[in-house]
């Protein structure tokens, strides 16, 4: 795994937020809560969790990308569904009441796994967005039920990698994203075979391999909450 440091309250003005690097990926991650509900909601006391995924201009190469492109772009709306379905699955929406919690995420640099970091950060952002909202007396308590991460494996010629960077994401023959609870449970799980086909036996290794990275970077968001940090690297 590439070195990972987590950045808490980056934003000033968001009640939470987080700027988490993994390798040379940046993600900014800005979360907050708004009243209302998504109409399949009404008439419940149920919250809800969405997220907005969106890679700068020039965040991946020197060439510019068109931010029209990126505002419609499939693989966005794609990945703002990942995040908000992995942050919902370890949230007791029915602690947030009749509101509706959105996290931004911006891609600053891209060199793969940016979605992974992209989970990542946006917990980070919501853990302390509520916390800010108990001590200020709007929640009764943290609705967090689960500490969970991501990150991404897969197969570069031949050889199991863990945390793909862009150029082993390019060439690679697997490619699998995982999120998992601290509870070893599986929250998301892309499996895409690129460039070769593998028997199924070849899932749970990488499923495993990707366990124990997992289980680094929630220690490590365990200790920088116990521990107040601001600023932690591993």
């Given at each position: 795994?590439?070195?990972?440091?987590?950045?808490?309250?980056?934003?000033?003005?968001?009640?939470?937020?987080?700027?988490?690097?993994?390798?040379?990926?940046?993600?900014?991650c800005n979360a907050t809560m708004q009243q209302g509900q998504p109409p399949h909601?009404?008439?419940?006391?149920?919250?809800?969790?969405?997220?907005?995924?969106?890679?700068?201009?020039?965040?991946?190469?020197?060439?510019?990308?068109?931010?029209?492109?990126?505002?419609?772009?499939?693989?966005?709306?794609?990945?703002?569904?990942?995040i908000g379905r992995s942050l919902r699955a370890v949230v007791n929406l029915d602690l947030l009441g009749p509101n509706t919690v959105v996290v931004d995420?911006?891609?600053?640099?891209?060199?793969?796994?940016?979605?992974?970091?992209?989970?990542?950060?946006?917990?980070?952002?919501?853990?302390?967005?509520?916390?800010?909202?108990?001590?200020?007396?709007?929640?009764?308590?943290?609705?967090?039920?689960?500490?969970?991460?991501?990150?991404?494996?897969?197969?570069?010629?031949?050889?199991?990698?863990?945390?793909?960077?862009?150029?082993?994401?390019?060439?690679?023959?697997?490619?699998?994203?995982?999120?998992?609870?601290?509870?070893?449970?599986?929250?998301?799980?892309?499996?895409?075979?690129?460039?070769?086909?593998?028997?199924?036996?070849?899932?749970?290794?990488?499923?495993?391999?990707?366990?124990?990275?997992?289980?680094?970077?929630?220690?490590?968001?365990?200790?920088?909450?116990?521990?107040?940090?601001?600023?932690?690297?591993?």
């Amino acid at each position: 795994m590439r070195k990972i440091k987590i950045v808490r309250n980056y934003n000033k003005f968001a009640l939470g937020s987080c700027l988490f690097c993994m390798g040379d990926t940046q993600v900014l991650c800005n979360a907050t809560m708004q009243q209302g509900q998504p109409p399949h909601l009404k008439g419940t006391n149920s919250g809800w969790i969405t997220a907005e995924y969106f890679m700068l201009p020039q965040a991946s190469s020197q060439q510019r990308s068109s931010r029209q492109q990126q505002l419609t772009s499939g693989r966005s709306k794609e990945i703002s569904r990942i995040i908000g379905r992995s942050l919902r699955a370890v949230v007791n929406l029915d602690l947030l009441g009749p509101n509706t919690v959105v996290v931004d995420c911006d891609v600053l640099q891209a060199d793969g796994g940016t979605r992974t970091a992209a989970i990542n950060g946006s917990f980070v952002a919501i853990y302390d967005l509520f916390q800010r909202l108990v001590s200020e007396g709007k929640l009764t308590q943290n609705p967090i039920t689960k500490f969970i991460a991501s990150i991404s494996v897969g197969v570069v010629n031949g050889k199991k990698v863990v945390d793909l960077s862009q150029k082993e994401d390019n060439n690679a023959e697997v490619d699998t994203t995982i999120v998992m609870t601290e509870n070893k449970e599986l929250v998301e799980l892309q499996f895409t075979a690129e460039k070769k086909l593998y028997d199924i036996k070849l899932l749970n290794e990488l499923i495993l391999l990707g366990w124990k990275s997992i289980k680094k970077i929630i220690r490590l968001e365990k200790k920088m909450f116990n521990l107040d940090k601001s600023v932690i690297t591993l």
